[in-house]
């Protein structure tokens, strides 16, 4: 039996949240941006690339904000419907790949799973795998019920590998509530998605784990292996067909195909192969694990504001609030802002605990491992 206080369950779900927003702030003013403009423009990046606005607001967290009204609305025992009724309700149009044939679906009574799959050529894209940190946060030290969350709320825009980016980045959450140790909890979270050979992005995470065990302190040289082993998976990727139920020359598979040759940095597969590694070169810095992780992955391009918000979240949920160092932490002012109907601005402070009060209710009632005191 795993205990954790009501105290400490607070402190590490406002930790991740502030984590993550951080990691907004040094992820957003580099994103897409080509990693040699990155070095050029930036250096080697420690702090914020640029100064922090409070009136910035990211589009990634507002599938989450949606994902906590559900919860209050409908209880811990939702449904993939309930959550995408509050797209339509709440959101505003900034809709991007996967979310934006989402919407049109469910705005045109195709709900979920079927909203993740018609005419989405964008189905393991990377935005299941941005939205996961509430469901980790919801289910602390217990995954796999983080996991169904997840694979529930992935549902509503994504499938395959898509939904397997966001189970396993909830899961990372989840465990980081009581395991301390960064590998251990990637090699332990695994457990909860297909094996290698059943699945590319397994695949991906065990293939960024041997690029760092094979490239010691030189995360630089690591992007380089693994851009070009994306590229190799990517051109075999080509060759298949991707879109269920359409045929091979079909209209979508033709798009499909050009989002996989020209658009594939906001791929799920390059950007987890990103994090993992940033994780574990950050892991080298006792002092600020965090801060040296979400700057690595700032610095090694691609979907950088997703990937820096998750790197934060994972590692403010297992240090806590307490433990980030202010130096990310103070200037955040407390202070976020979505771009959700009525739930525009937000005290982190505020959020953490409407996300803590339903955790303990799904804890009492689906987790008899967990005690929260």
């Known amino acids: 039996m795993t205990k954790i206080s009501s105290v400490e369950y607070y402190d ?6 502030e984590g993550h927003i951080a990691g907004d702030y040094v992820g957003a003013p580099v994103e897409f941006k080509p990693y040699e403009e990155i070095l050029n423009k930036y250096g080697n990046i420690t702090y914020f690339p640029e100064p922090i606005d409070l009136n910035y607001v990211n589009d990634d967290e507002m599938y989450e904000i949606c994902a906590l009204v559900a919860l209050e609305k409908k209880g811990i025992n939702l449904n993939a419907k309930d959550i995408a009724l509050e797209w339509v309700d709440l959101l505003y149009d900034l809709n991007f790949t996967a979310e934006k044939i989402a919407l049109n679906n469910l705005r045109s009574n195709i709900w979920p799973p079927q909203s993740g799959l018609h005419n989405n050529i964008y189905f393991d894209a990377i935005g299941a795998q941005m939205r996961a940190d509430i469901w980790g946060q919801i289910a602390p030290g217990a995954p796999s019920v983080a996991k169904k969350y997840a694979e529930m709320d992935g549902s509503i ?41 059943e699945s590319l992005y397994s695949q991906m995470i065990r293939k960024a784990i041997q690029i760092y065990d094979d490239n010691p302190a030189d995360f630089r040289n690591a992007l380089v292996i693994l851009i070009r082993y994306w590229d190799d998976i990517r051109k075999n990727v080509l060759k298949i067909t991707g879109v269920k139920g359409s045929k091979s020359d079909s209209l979508l598979n033709r798009k499909r195909k050009l989002f996989l040759k020209d658009n594939s940095g906001v791929h799920v597969l390059p950007n987890i192969g990103i994090i993992i590694l940033s994780l574990l070169y950050g892991s080298e810095d006792k002092e600020d694990p965090l801060g040296r992780s979400i700057c690595i992955a700032a610095m090694m391009g691609l979907d950088t504001d997703c990937n820096c918000g998750n790197i934060g979240a994972i590692l403010g949920t297992q240090l806590g609030s307490k433990n980030i160092p202010s130096k990310w932490r103070d200037p955040l002012k407390n202070t976020f802002s979505t771009y959700v109907k009525g739930y525009e601005r937000w005290k982190i402070t505020e959020l953490a605990l409407k996300i803590t009060e339903v955790g303990k209710r799904v804890i009492q009632e689906k987790q008899q491992d967990i005690i929260i005191s």
């Not at 396993?168 to 960064?182: D, G, H, R």
């Open 12 to 17: 590490k779900v406002l930790g991740s949240w």
């Open 157 to 197: 825009s994504h499938a395959e590998i898509g939904i397997e980016g966001e189970i396993y980045v909830a899961v990372l959450i989840s465990n980081a509530f009581t395991e301390q140790n960064i590998r251990t909890n990637i090699e332990k979270s695994l457990n909860h998605i297909p094996p290698p050979n």
